[in-house]
């Protein structure tokens, strides 16, 4: 009875072995406005905002998924990571981990473009790239964000 118990404990744990995968880095954004804005980051320093791959301006959650308790969620709609309402902080994902983030850019340069989310429901993302409308564009190299501890204030 105890070699049942012993190898049913030794298969137990053999299946729990997992490795670690740290957190991602992460840019975080101040937003000093008096409304929500979307950031677009993209890797390289660039004069326009490209097409693809587009920002949406809520996620729509479908009733086909469960919570922790079973019980089944009601459609929905959620904000996406890039939107950060007034006043606010935001994280955008930039690669590394959180004790040592480090831009994926080979350029080691990334191109911020804001743009307000007036402008987000007013328009499609194919007029808003065509028509170029960003509130601000900001280039910051790694240099810069690890001199600011990897924090940009967005200020309009």
């Known amino acids: 009875m105890k070699k049942l118990i012993y190898v049913s404990c030794i298969c137990l744990f053999y299946g729990c072995i ?68 007034a006043y606010s902080y935001g994280v955008l994902n930039i690669g590394g981990n959180q004790k040592q983030q480090q831009l994926q850019c080979k350029e080691k340069v990334v191109t911020l473009f804001f743009i307000a989310e007036k402008t987000m429901r007013d328009y499609s993302w194919e007029e808003i790239c065509s028509k170029q409308m960003f509130d601000k564009k900001i280039i910051l190299t790694e240099e810069e964000l690890e001199n600011n501890d990897w924090v940009y204030i967005y200020t309009p």
């Open 18 to 85: 997992f490795t670690y995968d740290p957190a991602p880095g992460k840019l975080n954004i101040r937003n000093n406005s008096d409304e929500a804005v979307y950031v677009y980051l993209k890797c390289g320093e660039t004069n326009t905002l490209p097409l693809e791959p587009k920002l949406d301006l809520f996620h729509f959650i479908s009733a086909n998924m469960e919570d922790l308790n079973g019980d089944t969620i009601k459609p929905h709609f959620i904000s996406p990571d890039y939107r950060i309402n």
